[in-house]
């Protein structure tokens, strides 16, 4: 899939991104991942909070409502961080680091996520 925000692509950016809905795509994550993430994430639904354990690099994090509008962003998050429940979050997005601030991506934008 790739990531628009309000519809369109923002500053030419590109994102390639993979749906987690299972438990074991949910449960791993991108944990023992070692290189960064670049030009792809991840969407793991449901989801409302993060712990980066077992992380080796830093990503962005933007949690998401049932109708794929943006909650709250949180920008490189490091490893070994724990992000709490989001309120009225129902998945999220993990990204590489730069991408919410190349996206501008903000509370209350609009994700659609198109099948390529």
Not at 42 to 63: E, K, L, Q, T
């Amino acid at each position: 899939m790739d990531l628009f925000v309000n519809g369109r692509n923002r500053n030419g950016c590109t994102v390639k991104i993979k749906k987690y809905n299972t438990f074991f795509t949910r449960f791993r994550g991108l944990m023992f991942r070692r290189q960064p993430l670049e030009n792809e994430g991840i969407w793991i639904i449901p989801c409302n909070s993060i712990h980066m354990f077992f992380m080796f690099i830093s990503i962005d994090v933007v949690f998401i409502d049932k109708n794929l509008k943006v909650v709250k962003v949180f920008p490189k998050v490091k490893p070994w961080k724990v992000i709490p429940p989001v309120k009225g979050a129902h998945s999220v997005l993990e990204l590489p680091v730069g991408t919410i601030e190349q996206l501008q991506l903000k509370s209350g934008d609009n994700i659609v996520l198109k099948e390529t």
